[in-house]
């Protein structure tokens, strides 16, 4: 059951703590617990929504080359079983949430729940749009830790992970579809080219480099937000060179065991860290 409800993904929800982290509150105590309580519900909620995700996609997972080997496809969690469980940890998800001592946070994480079951019984089957639905996951991750500390979410912040996600998300697609070779088990694949998919990826890339050069030169003094564009645009690069090369189905993956693009990571994180915390 732990493996069913995927805690390799939990790594996404480390998004909540971007916001928290670039408004300088994440090592208070209070800011630190409130982007936990957030980083919890949205880890109960995705693995409840995995679940009966899971649930509703065995066939096509039984099918697939290695979607066949999670636990609910293989036979070892019963779709009834998952589905009680998942339905469990989505109720369990808002009420976390509430912990944060507000009605802001738990509205977010029901808004991500109202769009991942859109997802998972609509959105997925409908080109294009499935590619917006799942990055939009992703940044309703990110707004969630601004909301969770009560700072103002700006804009640049936005457009970046915004466009971030959907690079990862056409990263992502584009991997699935060239590892299909020709025999998709994801329905929507054949909606898609892999032309297309680098393509968007390539304008995802762009725009989001573009972004945060404007971001880093023209909203803040001194040489620290500068210096960090040197690792952005390298982790942009190792992306795209990875999916490129096939591996770019599971970008959780390629966070937790890619060594060069863990060390571009912290080649990021040291300047704005520092540049955040001496302001």
Partial sequence: MLRACRPRQWLKNGLVFAAPAAAGVLFTVQGFLDALIAF?????????????????????????????????????????????????????????????????????????????????YYLKHQEVVDLVAVAGCHVIRAFAGAIAVQVPVTSW?????????????????????????????????AAYTPGYLAGV?????????????????NEHPGPFYPISIVPFVLIVLRHNLLVDRGV????????????????????????????????
């Avoid at 936005?158 to 998300?169: D, P």
């Avoid at 990826?201 to 971001?215: H, K, N, P």
């Fill in 40 to 120: 919890a519900a949205f880890c109960s909620a995705a693995s409840g929504a995995y679940l009966l995700n899971d649930a509703a996609d065995v066939e096509a997972d039984r099918r697939h080359p290695r979607k066949r080997h999670r636990p609910i496809a293989a036979g070892l969690v019963s779709v009834r079983l998952a589905r009680v469980v998942g339905v469990l940890l989505v109720l369990l998800a808002p009420a976390l949430a509430a912990l944060s001592g507000g009605w802001r946070l738990p509205l977010v994480v029901a808004g991500y729940l109202s769009l991942t079951f859109s997802y998972t």
């Fill in 157 to 189: 912040f936005l457009v970046v992970i915004s466009l971030g996600s959907l690079q990862l998300v056409a990263g992502k697609r584009e991997t699935e579809l060239r590892a299909s070779a020709g025999n998709a088990t994801r329905a929507i694949l």
């Fill in 201 to 217: 990826r390539a304008m995802a890339s762009g725009a989001m480099i573009v972004t945060y050069c404007l971001w880093a030169l």
């Fill in 248 to 279: 770019g189905e599971e970008p959780e993956e390629l966070a937790l065991r890619d060594r060069p693009m863990q060390l571009y990571v912290v080649l990021l994180l040291l300047p704005l860290l520092i540049g955040i915390y001496l302001r």
